[in-house]
């Protein structure tokens, strides 16, 4: 439902629109935002035939592989090579779709606010950064973490965390929260990174930082 809307029984607000839109504008591109789409495949192609003219894709949610899950789908049936690859080992975000049609770029990010913040920084945003010709580069940042997190091997965690200084160094204070929860997103201004074949890091270690 639009966010000015009293959702129903089985209804959400939605905000990703106004999330990646902001990002999009932060990234130095512009954001047409066509709406929302129903959960079926004729509208969700109907949607995309509107977009020949844009530089870039970008769509949110429906990029799981249930049964309503068309993104890749209809990403596949625009036109060659299609589907690049879809899934992406890291956590949150991992059904991220990346395509190409006749050398336009397509992202399908997940629905969840924080899972598609988090795929549009990593693989969005450098795109478009490169697209709209900025050669600059974010400063790696490290800041040590407050509390000891967890981690899977196989996998890279992101953890959205609040940083601060203290006696002269970055620290992160990690925000919990489900990848559904938009307060998480709110609340933080960083990202930490847990590398892949890490099980997980002790207070006081220090991370890579990625800036919201």
């Not at 969700?44 to 035939?49: G, V």
């Not at 049964?67 to 890749?72: E, F, I, K, M």
């Not at 940083?163 to 919990?176: Q, V």
Request: proline letters at 7%; glycine letters at 10%.
């Amino acid at each position: 439902m639009p966010p000015t809307e009293e959702p129903g029984p089985g209804q959400i607000r939605e905000t990703n629109s106004y999330l990646l839109a902001a990002l999009v504008e932060e990234s130095g591109a512009e954001a047409v935002t066509l709406g929302i789409i129903p959960d079926q495949e004729p509208a969700l192609m109907a949607a995309l035939q509107q977009t020949a003219d844009f530089d870039c894709v970008v769509l949110t949610g429906g990029s799981s592989a249930g049964t309503r899950d068309h993104t890749a789908a209809c990403i596949d049936a625009l036109g060659e090579p299609g589907v690049l690859f879809h899934g992406v080992s890291m956590r949150p975000g991992k059904p991220l779709i990346y395509g190409v049609i006749n050398g336009r770029p397509f992202f399908g990010l997940s629905g969840n606010p924080t899972s598609a913040m988090v795929g549009f920084l990593l693989f969005v945003r450098p795109l478009l950064r490169q697209m709209v010709g900025v050669t600059s580069h974010f400063p790696t940042l490290w800041a040590k973490v407050e509390r000891n997190l967890s981690s899977a091997s196989g996998r890279e965690d992101y953890v959205r965390t609040l940083l601060f200084e203290k006696d002269g160094e970055l620290w992160a204070t990690p925000i919990f929260g489900q990848s559904n929860l938009l307060s998480t997103v709110v609340k933080g201004n960083a990202l930490v990174r847990i590398p892949q074949n890490s099980e997980g890091v002790e207070a006081g270690e220090a991370l890579e930082v990625i800036l919201i």
